[in-house]
T-cell receptor
Framework: QKEVEQNSGPLSVPEGAIASLNCTYSDRGSQSFFWYRQYSGKSPELIMFIYSNGDKEDGRFTAQLNKASQYVSLLIRDSQPSDSATYLCARRYGNKLVFGAGTILRVKS | GAGVSQSPRYKVAKRGQDVALRCDPISGHVSLFWYQQALGQGPEFLTYFQNEAQLDKSGLPSDRFFAERPEGSVSTLKIQRTQQEDSAVYLC????????????FGPGTRLTVT
């Protein structure tokens, strides 16, 4: 069983809307999570990391970690067509990252 | 400064051939990671180096896969007797020791085995 689960999508949102991407995990081990953005044919790009319960904001991005419910979310405010990409959730296990399969986001102008 | 670089960017190999993939990490980054990404999937961990020491190779799928980092900087991932199931993008990432988990990825090498 994969430790990190994501809905593959695609998630379609109109330009200017809030995009909400979710990731769930199955055990109460490491609580270090990372969101990467991956454009088609490109490598993953680190957007945010979150280690503690609650919200962490950086510009248009907000990461949310809920340890009790075992999910982590990424909110993208004022979505732009340039945000269209695959968003990968990753969890730290020791020295390595374990990734979900990614959610495809499409922002329609 | 320069990011993580990888070469070649694309490699086509006939089944049974050996291939070598190179990674140049960000200057000063102690930790180096190799991942394999199949189409439509997230990256899967292969192996991890701290300086020249290979501390974790639990993700290497078979003994045909071998990685080295002899001087603690450049790393090479070698695949012997390639098989079609080895076709994937091979990603290298690096990080500093004190921010071990903030890994920065290179552009990847797309390997196609025919």
């Amino acid at each position: 069983q994969k430790e990190v689960e994501q809905n593959s999508g695609p998630l379609s949102v109109p330009e200017g809307a809030i995009a909400s991407l979710n990731c769930t995990y199955s055990d109460r081990g490491s609580q270090s999570f990372f969101w990467y953005r991956q454009y088609s044919g490109k490598s993953p790009e680190l957007i945010m990391f979150i280690y503690s319960n609650g919200d962490k904001e950086d510009g248009r991005f907000t990461a949310q970690l809920n340890k009790a419910s075992q999910y982590v979310s990424l909110l993208i405010r004022d979505s732009q067509p340039s945000d269209s990409a695959t968003y990968l959730c990753a969890r730290r296990y020791g020295n390595k990252l374990v990734f979900g399969a990614g959610t495809i986001l499409r922002v329609k102008s | 400064g320069a990011g993580v670089s990888q070469s070649p960017r694309y490699k086509v190999a006939k089944r049974g051939q050996d291939v070598a993939l190179r990674c140049d990490p960000i200057s000063g980054h102690v930790s180096l990671f190799w991942y394999q990404q199949a189409l439509g999937q997230g990256p899967e961990f292969l192996t991890y180096f701290q300086n020249e020491a290979q501390l974790d190779k639990s993700g290497l799928p078979s003994d045909r896969f071998f990685a080295e980092r002899p001087e603690g900087s450049v790393s090479t991932l070698k695949i012997q007797r390639t098989q079609q199931e080895d076709s994937a993008v091979y990603l290298c990432a690096s990080s500093t020791t004190d921010t071990l988990s903030e890994q920065y990825f290179g552009p990847g090498t797309r390997l196609t085995v025919t």
